[in-house]
């Protein structure tokens, strides 16, 4: 514990890294299947789904700040926030699977299956993700360490994605075969679930929690929240991370609608070979690319950050990404390389902001403490997952009620009203959610002079 300033094996931020490939491969399936399995496969409306993920979503948000606070009060051999890494994986696991299966009931009895299981699901990635997302900030204070953690986060969150990406409509297919397309999404997911379990065990055996509290701290809950409540960084950092989660949610929730409905099949030619590609195909490989260019920018954040300083580094990549967001509205069906070309650039500007507001979380954390003396890492850091799902919640409900409004129905061909609906989404709108993540940070001080100055006065203390 008195290390403080610890400097972190390789073995430690692979183990950190593996936790969230485990959360990220449900979170894509989320983000980026989920709807379109209530609507094509399930058999609920665009606009049902919607209001299930604002009703759903939000009363969950409010559980995050909830597991923030039990998880800084647990105290056992293993610390505050490992234990929930190996007593939560297998729950998971389970209800991730529940969540996926399309049982043989009524539309109403589906409707509230879907209500069920999906509440379940995201209050079990609650109880994993908040103290995993906390255990950062007590493995070490470094503050270019904590970057490097970061980075190594989203190198895991983005592999995790890339590997359900690459693999979850091949899967599909494959299981869908000799039953049907509902079969096939139930026993995909059992393999996503199986691995997501292993990894999050792993995580819990090779990491450490080093940072305890101080010893003269007061874990009164209205002590937290009241510092909470003047913590003026952590409300900016809030906002900011709610809109450019706005914008993932709306692009990745789009993608599938975009390929299937507005793409369709294309022959593409290749050095003198033509090639036809369905719009499953083509969508899948739209969304690997996105996430593998994700991993570019999560690897350059770190160098651009030492350079420009993370507030200025997050804000012009937001700034970049709304900017080339609404360009991608202008390329026509049929020009498949600019489309791609343009999700490459996307992809690295939206790659590169990810890290950096969990880094900043940790500062924020950091100045919690040297302002009032009490640090309460899971209450702040339980912010990080509000936000996430706030700007999940937000998106995915757009994204249904705009499906609705434009007036979307599966599986036949759409209007161009429809059309229109679901290029705005995946450009503009999700632009619009960039932009205001811009907005957000212009307003953000703790700089790394700042930050500099709070971690000697803490080492002090």
């Known amino acids: 514990m008195s290390e403080i300033s610890h400097k972190l094996s390789f073995r430690e931020k692979v183990a950190y890294s593996f936790g969230d490939f485990a959360s990220s491969m449900f979170w894509k399936l989320f983000s980026m299947f989920l709807l379109f399995f209530y609507t094509d496969v399930f058999g609920i409306s665009a606009a049902a789904v919607?209001?299930?993920?604002?009703v759903t979503r939000v009363w969950d948000s409010l559980n995050d700040p909830i597991m923030g606070l039990v998880s800084d009060r647990?105290?056992?051999?293993?610390?505050?926030?490992?234990?929930?890494?190996l007593y939560v994986a297998i729950p998971f696991g389970i209800i991730g699977i529940l969540t996926f299966t399309t049982p043989d009931l009524s539309s109403d009895g589906k409707l509230i299956y879907a209500y069920i299981t999906y509440s379940l699901m995201m209050m079990v990635y609650t109880a994993v993700n908040v103290p995993y997302g906390s255990l950062m900030a007590v493995m070490t204070n470094d503050s270019v360490e904590r970057t490097s953690l970061a980075s190594w986060r989203f190198i895991g969150a983005f592999s995790g994605g890339l590997f359900v990406t690459a693999t979850a409509n091949a899967l599909v297919a494959y299981f869908s075969e000799t039953t049907n397309q509902a079969t096939g999404f139930q026993y995909t997911i059992a393999i996503y679930a199986t691995v997501a379990a292993i990894l999050f065990f792993l995580t819990f055996l090779w990491t450490r929690e080093r940072l305890a509290p101080p010893k003269d701290e007061s874990n009164s809950l209205k002590d937290d929240l009241n510092d909470l409540s003047k913590n003026t960084p952590w409300f900016i950092m809030l906002g900011a991370n709610i809109s450019i989660l706005i914008f993932n949610s709306l692009r990745d929730g789009s993608i599938l609608y975009y390929?299937?409905?507005?793409?369709?099949d294309q022959s593409l030619s290749f050095f003198g070979t033509k090639y036809e590609?369905?719009?499953?195909?083509?969508?899948?490989v739209y969304m690997s690319v996105w996430l593998a260019t994700n991993i570019v920018g999560v690897l350059l954040a770190k160098p651009i950050a030492a350079r420009l300083g993370k507030k200025t580094t997050f804000s012009y990549a937001a700034l970049l990404s709304a900017g080339l967001s609404f360009v991608f509205f202008l390329i026509p069906s049929d020009q498949i390389f600019l489309i791609f070309g343009l999700n490459v650039l996307i992809g690295i500007t939206a790659g590169v902001i990810l890290p950096l507001?969990?880094?900043m979380y940790a500062?924020?954390?950091?100045y919690s403490e040297w302002k009032t003396g009490r640090r309460a890492t899971g209450l702040v850091f339980s912010s990080s997952s509000m936000s996430q799902k706030f700007g999940w919640t937000i998106g995915g409900a757009i994204t249904g009620w705009l499906l609705a409004g434009f007036g979307f129905e599966p599986n036949v061909e759409q209007s161009q009203d429809a059309l229109l609906g679901i290029r705005l989404m995946i450009s503009v709108i999700a632009g619009l959610g960039a932009l205001a993540s811009f907005g957000f940070m212009r307003m953000y001080k703790l700089d790394e002079k700042f930050m500099a100055d709070v971690k000697n006065e803490l080492n002090e203390r």
């Open 50 to 54: 919607g209001t299930m993920f604002l």
């Open 357 to 359: 507001g969990w880094s």
């Open 277 to 284: 590609l369905t719009s499953t195909v083509l969508s899948s």
């Open 259 to 264: 390929f299937k409905y507005y793409i369709k």
């Open 363 to 366: 500062d924020i954390a950091d």
């Open 74 to 85: 647990t105290k056992s051999r293993w610390g505050k926030f490992r234990p929930y890494l």
